[in-house]
């Protein structure tokens, strides 16, 4: 069979290198801020092989970054030369070390061309099919190297300042800046800012660069800003251009709406996750820059609803597990390492991959091993020395064993049973280690007095918020008594402290949602996403407080600018729109079949595109009627209690009024 080669590697290891070098670029001023965990590294020596039936003779040629050698029918020949193939079989062996990267190789060939068809090794015992993702295609590419695409921007305005020049590229950006032609004497100093009060704060802006005296030119490294102050050069002493760095997506899901705001809030959410879409999915693109897993979790959910890219999704699951043995939660975060077992089976119901759910699957159960092995003798997981319990940053009640931190850890053991099932091989210990865990969730923490769940049964405090709550209404853990109850004391209670970042927000609005207050959610999207762009916003933020204005409003961690105003985590209303909204989700794994259950939402009309696992469904709702058409088979619509059969191509439409 004619094959075009790209080139391969050892199964996840494309994804372990790049973590790698993304957790050790954080800046902030004059020093660099690897990551707080263990950072796990590719393997650099490893060997690929494959046995081919030629019908008729051909040329290959094996390309690799690396040093090593082509055994081919026990015969050795170096990298770059032509090796003859008669008709037949043959068994191919290539062994490459490369100590300053990704190790890999390129066969260039038409019957044994290299893809997922090789198999990979690291010397060890087990051979597995060899890694590749369909980016390097020509023997000139190196997967050292992510590939990204650029493209030229322009400042909106450029201002004469007393002691600079302020540009103003309009909005939030990730670019690398290249100046030519540099005439200054001295030094040029860079301070870039996501606000205008951090470029324009020399002492404080958290990242700055220097063009140093004596360069023709000088290219900086890319990094997020909107706004750039420029120092020791005047108009005419250096040509500056930009170059925006992003990663190439095509965007599936659209949405319009009666409500300009709301249209306006859903462009923004897309870009703002659209710059946090990288060679991973990120937290933001100024501070971090790193992949968080709980923030990771909603990404992959709004992906569904805008990109249904697959490969970012799988790319961030493999990158944040990284490699056995297990000697920390993922990210030191308790709750992340449990978003992290749940995101696999949340993946396959959206894709139906199980080749990725087989791949990943050894790894998931080590997890969960980690994770149980870190439970007490009453079935309660408690943050350990070095054990980050975060759950959002809001005044939790985090004495010994966590509410929220027990359902999380229910719902993983869950899906790390459902994983097992689909590959034949469940453990039945985790299905009944999730039903005890239930139970005894809703005997120490459900207050009947309060009428609610409480952070921690261990303290006497009796704290009441809303985030276990959220949980217990999300996840089923709450009986129809107990759900209204907490719909009543901490829903719909102003007592109980808001939720005060996007993060939790977006757990929220879900829980209101189902529980029919799309009124209230509208509202929420308006006020709260709204309240950003009045204060100038071009991206959303890590966390806004409405009683929070003036400088103040930039600051996090102790630091003036230490807020990130791109946080992938703002991009929440796409989802909530997609899913809630529109009302498409599957019913059956990979959308072989799946519902269609539109809401108005207090909006008078709203359409759009919503992607199905390779199709698309197109949904307009007005007041008199709904419109629905979709390219796959296994729709359903739901509306007003009835239900109709969506045939595929066959326009349906149903009229309200």
């Known amino acids: 069979m004619l094959q075009t080669p790209e080139w391969i590697w050892y199964p996840g290891d494309f994804e372990i290198y790049h973590h790698l070098l993304l957790n050790t670029r954080r800046e902030e001023r004059y020093h660099q801020w690897p990551a707080f965990w263990r950072l796990d590294d590719c393997y650099h020596n490893v060997r690929f092989r494959k046995e081919v039936l030629c019908d008729h003779p051909e040329e290959i040629t094996v390309y690799a970054h690396g040093v090593g050698h082509a055994w081919v029918d026990g015969i050795k020949y170096p990298f770059g030369k032509p090796i003859p193939l008669t008709s037949g079989s043959h068994k191919l062996e290539i062994s490459v070390a490369r100590t300053d990267g990704l190790p890999c190789i390129f066969v260039d060939g038409v019957q044994c061309a290299s893809n997922s068809t090789w198999e990979a090794n690291d010397y060890s015992i087990d051979w597995l099919p060899a890694g590749c993702n369909g980016l390097y295609r020509n023997k000139e590419d190196d997967p050292k190297v992510f590939f990204f695409q650029y493209e030229e921007i322009q400042p909106v305005s450029i201002e004469q300042r007393e002691n600079g020049l302020l540009y103003d590229y309009g909005k939030e950006t990730f670019a690398q800046l290249a100046f030519e032609n540099i005439q200054a004497a001295g030094d040029i100093h860079l301070n870039y800012g996501e606000s205008i009060e951090e470029a324009l704060d020399t002492e404080h802006s958290i990242l700055i660069d220097t063009v140093p005296a004596g360069n023709d030119s000088y290219r900086c490294p890319a990094r997020a800003f909107r706004y750039l102050f420029v120092q020791g050069a005047e108009k005419g002493q250096f040509e500056l251009t930009a170059s925006y760095e992003y990663l190439p997506l095509e965007q599936k899901g659209t949405f319009t709406c009666s409500n300009d705001q709301i249209n306006r809030i859903w462009e923004m959410a ?69 978003y992290w077992v749940m995101s696999i089976y949340d993946y396959y119901q959206t894709t139906r991959d199980i080749d990725f759910v087989a791949f990943i699957y050894p790894r998931m159960k080590s997890m969960m091993e980690y994770c149980i092995s870190r439970t007490d003798e009453d079935g309660f997981i408690r943050g350990r020395e070095g054990d980050w319990v975060f759950i ?90 107990q759900r209204e109850s907490i719909i009543t004391n901490v829903l719909l209670n102003d007592e109980v402290p808001r939720i005060s970042t996007p993060y939790f927000k977006f757990y929220e609005l879900e829980v209101m949602c189902r529980i029919g207050r799309l009124d209230y959610v509208s509202a929420q999207i308006q006020s709260y996403w709204g309240g950003m762009i009045q204060l100038d916003a071009t991206t959303f933020w890590e966390e806004y407080n409405p009683d929070i204005t003036g400088p103040e409003r930039l600051g996090m961690y102790g630091d003036r600018y230490g807020k990130s105003l791109c946080h992938a985590w703002g991009a929440s209303p796409i989802y909530l729109l997609g899913r809630y909204y529109f009302g498409v989700y599957p019913t059956s794994a990979g959308y072989e079949t799946f519902a269609i259950e539109p809401q108005h939402g207090g909006l008078e009309w709203l359409k759009g595109t919503i992607p199905v696992n390779g199709g698309t469904v197109t949904v307009a709702l007005t007041q008199e009627v709904l419109e629905v058409i979709s390219d796959r088979a296994g729709g359903t619509v739901r509306m007003n209690g009835l239900e109709y059969p969506l045939l595929k191509d066959i326009p349906f439409n149903l009229t309200l009024k």
């Open 392 to 481: 959002d940053w809001a005044e939790i009640d985090k004495t010994g064993a966590v509410c929220a931190e027990q359902m999380l850890y229910a719902e993983s053991l869950k899906a790390a049973w459902a994983c097992g099932e689909l590959l034949g091989a469940g453990e039945e210990r985790y299905l009944a280690s999730y039903k005890q865990l239930k139970s005894r969730i809703d005997e120490c923490f459900w207050d009947e007095e309060l009428g609610a769940y409480i952070d921690s049964f261990e303290s006497g405090k009796r704290n009441v918020t809303r985030h276990a709550n959220i949980f217990a209404l999300l996840w089923e853990f709450a009986d129809n008594e």
């Open 270 to 338: 897309e870009y703002t996750l659209h710059l946090n879409s990288r060679e991973f999915f990120l937290d933001g693109i100024k501070r971090d820059r790193w992949v968080w897993s709980g923030d990771a979790y909603q990404s992959y959910l709004i992906n569904n609803y805008i990109y249904f890219d697959p490969e970012i999704t799988k790319r961030t699951i493999i990158a944040l597990r990284g490699k056995d043995p297990i000697v920390r939660h993922i990210n030191t975060i308790m709750d992340y390492s449990f």
